[in-house]
């Protein structure tokens, strides 16, 4: 390593030309060795050694600088005077075991070099022979591997070809059921208009009566099984739909796997026919490297025949989807037919409940208003003895008053003075009592005004009630819409037995 400041390097590394001075400018000099190495005096004596000792004194001083120094090494350095050659440095750079060391160093690595260079010879020569050998048994094994590639998908196709013929024959069966069932469900519309009416009437039912009753229940529910009629219905439909769009699927992904097989086929043909003299074959950079495989030979039969036995699993599913279309109009009708007599008579018994908490009501109002006239005729009583107690106040407090200017030792606490003190308590207690009295009869006249402004709101929310329930709900649902008969394609005598026995929940 080439210290900071030495100028060895100049002198015997790297020659440059001889400056016009031979000795360096006196900047220079300061520079090279300011804050790198201690100030020594030179000594002025002409005697000087031959020998210079400026080496070992550095050495001395900084021994990482010298490492094969004697110093560096445990030796006792040399006490001479310091002394400052011609030479541009002040101490050498190696010494001679490195010399040898090195040269010794760069003769193994030849020899290494040339043994390694002649061994690689024989092996390559090695190598190139068996890779032509293995390169063309890979070839030979790629090429039947192709033919064996083509024949098996020429089987493949066969199969994909009779199984579209049949696909494309229960598509056009299955779409003629699903027309049946958008009619039927375009029929249950009546009956869920009339009971989002009747709920909708009902919020506009007042005050408490906005109550989650069973009418409300039981017209939430006829919703919910009119909704869960049409959903099956819908589902159905979508079934019906989603088998459809199954069948299309597919017959649509036989025929695409139908045309993948034959673009493979020509390509995996003209494949197993190139050869090393054949037209057309070049380099193509990096393409080894490109995966873009999706499949192996075991999933690529099994996605053929999967294909198959999806076509055959979808034809198998539209006869019995067909039969369960036809059980669930019947079951639909059947549920909200039920859930409509049960509303009705939900009705029928809240318009009785209603009415009769009207009744209820009109008797309490009457009580309560006989108990304020009562109550008010007893706050002007209490008024008239708060008014007569101050006149007995003012008495005995003007007697205490006119006593206090008796003179000298006549101002004596005797009995008629304690019963004055006495009787001015007794009087201002019974005042404050009167009082207390007469708030809690205004504060009860106040929440008997207030109980009748309850039962009268209450009375009008009731006769509301009861106009929205017996009057707008029970109007429109006097007969079972027949559009939903319509589903089940007509009405049998079972329809009208039913329709006579409901008639005896509906009001007239």
């Not at 440059?16 to 520079?31: C, E, G, K, V």
């Not at 005697?47 to 110093?71: D, E, G, H, N």
């Not at 549920?335 to 809240?350: D, G, I, S």
């Not at 009008?460 to 819409?481: H, S, W």
Request: aromatic share 6%; charged share 30%.
């Amino acid at each position: 390593m080439e210290l900071v400041g030495s100028t060895l390097t100049a002198t015997y590394a790297h020659p440059r030309p001889t400056p016009s001075n031979f000795l360096p400018a006196i900047s220079t000099m300061a520079s090279s060795y300011k804050n790198r190495f201690p100030h020594y005096a030179l000594t002025h004596s002409l005697s000087l050694p031959w020998r210079p000792s400026a080496y070992y004194k550095v050495a001395a001083i900084t021994p990482t600088l010298a490492p094969f120094s004697k110093s560096s090494q445990g030796l006792t350095p040399c006490n001479m005077l310091p002394y400052v050659s011609n030479r541009t440095a002040l101490f050498t750079r190696y010494t001679p075991e490195d010399w040898y060391r090195a040269n010794l160093t760069n003769f193994k690595e030849s020899e290494a070099s040339r043994h390694n260079a002649e061994r690689l010879r024989v092996d390559t020569s090695r190598m190139i022979q068996d890779k032509d050998q293995q390169i063309r048994k890979t070839q030979t094994e790629s090429t039947r591997n192709l033919g064996e590639r083509v024949n098996d998908i020429i089987f493949w196709k066969s199969e994909l070809n009779h199984e579209i013929d049949g696909m494309i024959g229960e598509t056009n069966a299955l779409s003629d059921m699903k027309k049946r069932l958008e009619r039927a469900i375009l029929e249950t519309e009546g009956q869920l208009q009339v009971a989002q009416e009747c709920l909708l009437h009902r919020e506009k039912r007042m005050g408490i009566d906005l109550v989650h009753d069973d009418v409300e229940k039981q017209l939430m529910t006829e919703v919910d099984v009119i909704l869960s009629c049409q959903e099956r219905m819908r589902r159905y439909l979508g079934k019906t739909a989603a088998q459809l769009a199954a069948n299309r699927a597919a017959q649509h992904e036989l025929e695409k796997d139908l045309s993948d097989k034959q673009a493979a086929q020509r390509i995996d043909d003209k494949c197993h026919h190139l050869r090393n003299t054949s037209d057309g074959i070049s380099f193509y950079r990096g393409v080894e490297r490109v995966d873009a495989t999706i499949s192996v030979p075991e999933s690529w039969a099994k996605f053929t025949d999967d294909n198959i036995m999806r076509s055959q699993s979808e034809r198998a599913a539209s006869g019995k989807l067909r039969d369960d279309i036809e059980t669930l109009l019947v079951t639909t009708a059947n549920e909200m037919w039920n859930q409509f007599n049960k509303v009705n008579v939900a009705f029928t018994n809240r318009i009785s409940e209603t009415a009769d908490a009207k009744n209820k009501i009109q008797a309490h109002l009457a009580k309560t208003l006989q108990e304020i006239f009562e109550t008010e005729m007893t706050i002007e009583a209490l008024r008239k003895a708060i008014k007569d107690k101050g006149c007995s106040l003012k008495v005995a407090q003007t007697r205490l008053d006119e006593r206090l200017r008796r003179p000298n030792i006549e101002l004596c606490r005797d009995s008629a003075q304690l019963r004055l003190v006495n009787e001015v308590y007794e009087i201002d207690d019974t005042i404050q009592d009167l009082q207390q009295r007469l708030r809690d009869a205004e504060d009860t006249l106040q929440a008997l005004v207030h109980t009748k402004a309850n039962l009268e709101h209450d009375l009008a929310v009731k006769a509301n009630t009861l106009f929205i329930d017996q009057e707008k709900c029970m109007g429109m649902r006097k007969t079972f819409p027949n559009t939903l008969r319509l589903v089940r394609g007509k009405i049998s005598m079972n329809d009208v037995t039913s329709n006579k026995e409901t008639s005896q929940y509906i009001p007239s």
